[in-house]
């Protein structure tokens, strides 16, 4: 018997739902999404590094069309319209206008032309922040850190420009093995979201802001719960009712 390197993700989802721009006025916060998700009914990232179709075809090939298929917006050319404009934290967008997004600052090894790391066995997952109409974010003082909130992620919070207003974004294994079988990660640009994509106001053009999160080194074989976390004043960590978790 062959047998063929696997990797598996089960990323817990507390909510399920599609991932594009979607007006929500029911709720106070947003939870968390991810791509690529095949199937809203099963958040199983499944993958071989190696082709295995009777085609030959890889068995990750859906997950990277169907990142081409969400990041297409994103894509240079595709972002277009006097209401789009770049923003920073010494420029925040004017009555009208939304923020565009460079997805060039999610990093060279998840993209297209590298199979978003899935033909290497390093898969990379997109995340965002469901939209919420005129919701705006609270964020942390850095002199006020929760204290369940992620060491690493304190010490890149103080150590970081006190100007720069960040909803805060951690990974991580679910329990004790699955944080030993996960192993090292990355995030591109960094483990956060600028807050001048905030609020959402439903307007033409409106992309929501990413963060790439690629997993370096997972166990071969076995299934890995991560759970991925947004961190502000204003967002609640409520797993019973599968909020603002991943």
Request: neutral net charge; charged residues 20%; aromatic residues 12%.
């Amino acid at each position: 018997m062959l047998w063929v390197p696997m990797v598996k993700f089960l990323f817990m989802v507390y909510n399920q739902n599609v991932f594009h721009p979607v007006k929500r006025i029911e709720k106070q916060d947003p939870s968390l999404i991810f791509e690529p998700q095949l199937n809203s009914e099963n958040d199983l990232i499944w993958l071989k590094a190696k082709s295995d179709g009777p085609d030959g075809e890889p068995s990750w090939k859906p997950l990277t069309d169907k990142l081409d298929q969400f990041l297409k917006p994103y894509q240079y050319g595709n972002q277009y319209g006097p209401n789009v404009v770049p923003c920073n934290n010494g420029h925040v967008p004017g009555p009208g206008q939304v923020c565009s997004v460079d997805i060039r600052h999610l990093g060279m090894n998840c993209t297209k032309e590298n199979n978003y790391g899935y033909d290497k066995g390093t898969p990379c997952v997109v995340i965002a922040l469901e939209n919420i109409v005129g919701w705006i974010p609270d964020v942390y003082e850095t002199n006020r850190l929760p204290e369940e909130m992620p060491q690493y992620l304190k010490h890149t919070a103080m150590n970081g420009n006190p100007e720069k207003k960040m909803i805060w974004v951690s990974c991580d294994g679910k329990n004790p093995v699955d944080k030993e079988n996960l192993g090292p990660f990355a995030y591109a640009p960094g483990p956060f979201f600028e807050t001048y994509y905030f609020p959402y106001q439903n307007l033409k053009g409106y992309l929501s802001p990413l963060v790439m999160v690629q997993f370096l080194k997972p166990v071969k074989g076995v299934l890995i719960n991560v759970e991925c976390k947004a961190w502000a004043n204003n967002i609640v960590h409520n797993q019973r009712d599968r909020k603002s978790v991943v």
